[in-house]
């Protein structure tokens, strides 16, 4: 019996530290863009927001929108620690308030680091 009831705390106590996700756009600031093998780093600011992602969280679920690129659903978002997730190759950690975040992804010929501003989407009806 003390096993079972163990078991049930444990459970309901790593259960109520997770936060749900909420659903919300988050609009590109700034990519920093690092050659991993000559550390060289070249920056793009929102003033040339044409060239930037847009990332929509929806139900834990990554979609990612690029000027090149129509929409499309990159990967669920599994929290790792309290406020960072991880998706595919990305790394997302969020402010508490989730307003803004830097995300991180990491190529073989590039690392690129991204702060983002991000807002609640609206809930359907």
Do not use: W
């Not at 975040?101 to 983002?116: G, L, P």
């Amino acid at each position: 019996m003390k096993t079972i009831f163990l078991a049930l705390l444990i459970l309901a106590s790593t259960n109520s530290f997770a936060q749900k996700l909420p659903n919300m756009l988050c609009y590109t600031q700034m990519v920093v863009h690092i050659d991993p093998k000559t550390f060289a780093i070249r920056k793009t600011t929102n003033s040339d927001i044409k060239e930037m992602d847009l990332y929509r969280i929806d139900k834990d679920e990554l979609y990612i929108y690029s000027p090149t690129r129509a929409e499309y659903r990159y990967n669920k978002l599994i929290e790792i620690e309290d406020l960072r997730f991880y998706s595919g190759h990305k790394t997302l950690l969020f402010e508490k308030d989730y307003k803004s975040a830097i995300s991180t992804h990491t190529y073989d010929d590039e690392i690129r680091v991204m702060k983002f501003q991000c807002s609640p989407k609206a809930k359907e009806k």
